[in-house]
């Protein structure tokens, strides 16, 4: 747990230490700006002084008129430094806020395809949003709390000890004693901020899992078993957030009677050094002034630490994340993949998801230049892992994986990807236009290219028919389009793409008959000179492939072409 604390706290100043420049004028607008707040109870205490004294008001008002100009001129240094001071923090803080989005942002996305089956879409979300919020809180919380209040402790004591020393050592004595028990009860109080706000994302989780699967809610009735789960996730954020508030609810109640033993103590003590006329009349405003300022400061201290590592503890979790290293990585030396004819070759090839027994086992096979292959078997014989692995989706325990006599291990994976173009069973589509869609598949295709690729898919037909034509938005996760639609943008974008590789992932599984003799068709050209992985069902798509493995338990047990396996 503290390890991570270090952690976040490194990871926010490394992000604060690439503006130097705007990072001095916030330091030097902080000091200015706290020092001269510090300084008007000492020119009053003058000013009272001046009050005071027995000479003759002709006399006395050119002193007063001359205190208020000190007072006008401090206020004004005050002003200059608190303005320097906000809007360089403004600039620091804007900036970095984005930089530490665009990192979470491009970390998150570069962990594999199995991070992303292990955790809930909506509760990334949230733990990037707290770990950039978390920025700002740390940031305003030592900038603008913790810092000023050190540096008028540190005036108020100095100032003590000059009046009388003694007054000086009670002071210093008893906050030294405050604070070192505010630092060690906000320590104590952390395990409860963390068990909070891990409870926090669970229940972000079941929301997020639940809204995603709204439809089957709906369709087998469980709403009301959902709630019942809900409730008790819920049920548990409720105990653990009460904890976290009741532990710093008590800890301020200590708080409170410790600053009323110190409030009488000064003044007792500044009474009896009245009496002994070691100090002035005029003193008592100061002193005062600076104990109420000393309450105020030392009173949020324990608030501000607290505060402090909550919101440590609300960033943690993404700075774990962003510590985790990533699966699948490119090898520092990892060239670019220099495709021509497309052949493919799995040799002695082994994987499993985890400790459990291999999916995939001792394969070898080899795919000629634009030939076309059919992957048939019954579910969890291997053939959607084998895309996963030429994808490189995963990393294969055993053997090699080549594309033109290159091992994909040793190139990298977005020239890797750049050569397959893939359409799933259940083509998942941004919530952006169908332009947007489409042309993700080559994103710098011209309109009449976008345009041709969905005509050869056959949406361009139902596409024109929206009001909005091709800025037509789709939904989130196309949602807006049937699944027949989506098929056929997904092959559009395929088309687009232009991949030597293609796979065809139950492309047809979507489409009524009609629309599967419209998208066969398109098919057809699309997989002219590819070399093609076909993974269906329906003998209409791989009547005419090549060759066909039959898969089972992650071996080939059969291979060869659509009527000899038959016969």
């Not at 008002?61 to 923090?89: Q, V």
């Not at 294969?396 to 994909?408: L, R, V």
């Amino acid at each position: 747990m503290q390890q991570n604390t270090r952690k976040t706290l490194a990871f926010f100043y490394r992000h604060t230490r690439r503006y130097p420049a705007v990072t001095i004028m916030m330091i030097l607008g902080l000091i200015i700006g706290t020092t001269a707040s510090m300084v008007w109870p000492i020119i009053f205490r003058e000013f009272l002084n001046i009050l005071t004294t027995d000479q003759a008001k002709t006399l006395v008002i050119p002193a007063l008129i001359t205190t208020l100009l000190w007072i006008l001129l401090t206020e004004t240094i005050e002003w200059i430094g608190w303005r320097t001071a906000h809007y360089s923090n403004n600039y620091l803080q804007s900036k970095t806020m984005s930089n530490i989005n665009v990192e979470c942002f491009e970390y998150l996305h570069k962990h594999s395809y199995r991070f992303f089956t292990n955790n809930f879409g909506g509760a990334l979300v949230k733990k990037v949003n707290r770990l950039v919020r978390g920025f700002e809180r740390v940031g305003d919380k030592i900038y603008w709390d913790m810092s000023p209040m050190c540096l008028r402790l540190l005036i108020i004591l100095g100032t003590l000890i000059y009046l009388h020393p003694l007054l000086g050592a009670i002071m210093g004595i008893w906050t030294a004693v405050f604070l070192t028990a505010n630092y060690l009860l906000s320590k104590y109080k952390l395990k409860f901020d963390l068990a909070r706000s891990q409870q926090d994302s669970k229940v972000t989780g079941a929301l997020a899992d639940t809204i995603t699967n709204n439809t089957n809610i709906k369709l087998f009735s469980a709403l009301k078993s959902e709630v019942q789960d809900y409730s008790k996730v819920s049920q548990e954020w409720t105990q653990k957030t009460k904890k976290a508030w009741d532990v710093n609810a008590n800890i301020e109640a200590g708080q409170a009677a410790f600053m009323i033993v110190l409030e009488l103590t000064i003044l007792y003590t500044a009474i009896r050094l009245w009496e002994k006329d070691l100090i002035k009349i005029a003193d008592f405003f100061l002193i005062q002034a600076y104990l109420l300022e000393m309450f105020h400061q030392l009173w949020n201290f324990g608030r501000y630490l607290r505060d402090l590592y909550e919101a440590l503890a609300d960033s943690e979790e993404m700075t774990v994340i962003l510590n985790t290293p990533i699966e699948v990585r490119d090898k520092k030396e990892a060239k670019e993949l220099k495709i021509q004819h497309g052949t493919v070759e799995f040799k002695k090839v082994s994987f499993s998801y985890g400790e459990e027994e291999s999916v995939i086992k001792n394969l070898s096979f080899k795919i000629k230049e634009s030939e076309k292959i059919a992957l048939i078997g019954p579910s969890g014989g291997g053939k959607s892992t084998i895309v996963k692995l030429l994808l490189r989706l995963f990393d294969i325990n055993k053997g090699t994986i080549f594309i033109d006599n290159q091992d994909i291990s040793e190139v990298t994976q977005d020239s890797l990807r750049k050569t397959i173009a893939l359409v799933p069973q259940d083509p998942i589509l941004f919530h952006r236009s169908l332009r947007d869609n489409i042309r993700y598949g080559n994103l710098s295709a011209k309109e009449e290219e976008i345009i041709a690729a969905a005509k050869m898919a056959h949406c361009h037909e139902f596409i024109t028919k929206f009001k909005k034509g091709y800025d037509t938005y789709v939904g989130e996760r196309g949602v807006k389009l049937s699944g027949g639609q989506r098929q056929r943008v997904a092959i559009a974008r395929a088309i687009l793409s232009n991949a030597k590789i293609l796979i065809l992932d139950e492309a047809t599984s979507s489409l009524d008959s009609e629309s599967e003799k419209l998208i066969q068709d398109a098919l057809m050209h699309l997989i002219k000179n590819k070399t093609t992985f076909i993974i269906a069902h329906r003998l209409s798509t791989i009547m005419n492939t090549d060759r066909i493995f039959v898969l089972d338990n992650g071996r080939i047990i059969e291979e060869g072409r659509h009527e000899n396996l038959v016969s």
